[in-house]
């Protein structure tokens, strides 16, 4: 029997269930997104005490980049995989409330650091302990909601996320922002204390609040932990990995293409656009850049849930049609990139990128959460982070590389549709080529 009548016909799916999720699921999704919010602001903390952080301690430009860039790319990229592997090992809200404490713990810390080695080491605990994020709360989606209200929690979570640097950024200004009005009147402990280094303790203190909140979460399926009896085999993920290597690396390696442009885009448009026009500024730039990426994010989380809702058919194959054909839209925004001869025309193509890889990027957790078996689902999702960390990595070292070989004034443009252009195209074939063996690895997930 085909695999895909398996799916879609007389066997009905969960998906099709008319099951609803309860109302204990969306009480679960606003903790969870009250988390991520918290964890925004003790991330985005960093940056904004950075002018302090040189003052007071003598940190250079270098260091400044190492701490906000390195220090938390690396690390959280270390840590994914084996948070994943405790999060399905020994239960999900376990292992998210341990990694609360982590980075609470670690950004309180920062405040009574007196130099660049313990301040980065201890932005090294939070980046750890936010690698919990993505893994474990996408995970923990599933054992809450049925598939047929999956992706809209997806959704919700993804939009939250997407939107967090920003919030953190607000709530931490806010906080700094009170913290030099008030700082007379704080007791005397704090008083004595510069204001940043009280701003780093109070933005860490809701975090025994959460893993308390967190604890009366009520699971209504899976809750992420190794049932008794399972085996050693049951918790390996090589064996599921040998036999769905096929699915596997068509929606990484798709993930990782896909990936490459906007790595590019970010870190080399700003110095590209002053070689490439006269009289153009980074800060300018650096305002008409945000704007365009900014309405390309919007356009993006309306483009995800739309494009399930208007395509017709199997509906566990609608995700990978929808990002297909969306990979495939990007590839002429990046080509008309090479023939732009004004601003507004590369601000305008890089942002119809942005809405393209974020329309697809927000269906990839609800298809790798059909791809992966309970028991190793949080494990497969901190490849999703991972993947694009090392392609974002990449992206800007292959451009720099290549813009030498190539005009002075342009080239580093056509570096990044040099890049872009194939990644998008490569992109496109594996999401298509992926329908086959994807079909084949959720039914066998099925049984």
């Known amino acids: 029997m085909d695999t895909a009548m398996h799916i879609s016909g007389n066997n009905v799916p969960a998906s099709a269930s008319p099951e609803k999720a309860p109302a204990s699921a969306w009480y679960a999704l606003a903790i969870l997104i009250g988390t991520t919010l918290f964890a925004f602001v003790d991330r985005q903390i960093i940056n904004l005490i950075a002018p302090s952080l040189q003052k007071d301690l003598g ?82 989606l599933p054992d809450l909601f049925p598939e047929r209200q999956r992706n809209t929690a997806n959704f919700i979570f993804f939009a939250v996320a997407l939107l967090g640097a920003a919030l953190g950024l607000a709530l931490g200004g806010i906080t700094l922002d009170l913290l030099g009005k008030k700082h007379d009147a704080l007791p005397a402990f704090f008083a004595s204390m510069d204001s940043w280094r009280v701003a780093l303790i109070l933005v860490a203190a809701p975090g025994p609040f959460f893993v308390l909140l967190l604890t009366t979460i009520r699971m209504t399926s899976n809750t992420g932990r190794i049932a008794e009896g399972g085996g050693p085999a049951f918790d390996k993920i090589l064996p599921f990995l040998r036999e769905h290597w096929r699915a596997i690396t068509c929606i990484y390696g798709a993930i990782f293409a896909y990936s490459l442009p906007l790595g590019a885009v970010g870190a080399w448009l700003p110095v590209a656009m002053p070689r490439a026009f006269q009289g153009i500024d980074a800060s300018s730039v650096g305002v008409q850049l945000g704007i365009a990426m900014g309405i390309g994010s919007i356009i993006g989380l309306i483009m995800a849930p739309l494009g399930i809702k208007l395509l017709r058919g199997d509906a566990d194959l609608k995700p990978l049609r929808t990002a297909r054909f969306y990979l495939t839209a990007a590839i002429l925004p990046t080509l008309f990139i090479l023939f732009a001869w004004e601003p507004w025309q590369i601000y305008a193509s ?46 800007p070292m292959i451009v720099g590389a290549m813009s030498g070989l190539l005009d002075a004034h342009r080239g580093l443009l056509t570096a990044m549709v040099i890049v872009g252009l194939p990644a998008w195209i490569v992109a496109a074939i594996l999401m298509s080529m992926a329908r086959r063996p994807f079909i084949a690895t959720i039914t066998a997930i099925r049984g």
Request: hydrophobic share 55%; net charge positive; charged share 5%.
């Open 59 to 140: 940190i250079s430009d270098l260091q400044l980049g190492m701490l906000q860039g390195l220090g938390f790319a690396f690390f959280a990229s270390l840590a994914a995989y084996p948070i994943g592997w405790l999060s399905d090992r020994y239960g999900r809200r376990l292992v998210l409330g341990c990694c609360i404490m982590v980075w609470s713990i670690s950004t309180a810390a920062c405040a009574f650091q007196t130099s660049f080695a313990g301040i980065f080491a201890a932005a090294a605990g939070i980046a750890i302990g936010e690698a919990a994020l993505t893994p474990v709360i996408f995970s923990m």
């Open 350 to 395: 890089v942002g119809a990128q942005v809405a393209l890889l974020l329309g697809t990027g927000a269906l990839m957790p609800g298809v790798l959460q059909q791809l992966s078996p309970p028991h190793l689902r949080s494990r497969l999702l901190s490849l999703l982070g991972i993947a694009g960390a090392i392609a974002s990595g990449l992206a």
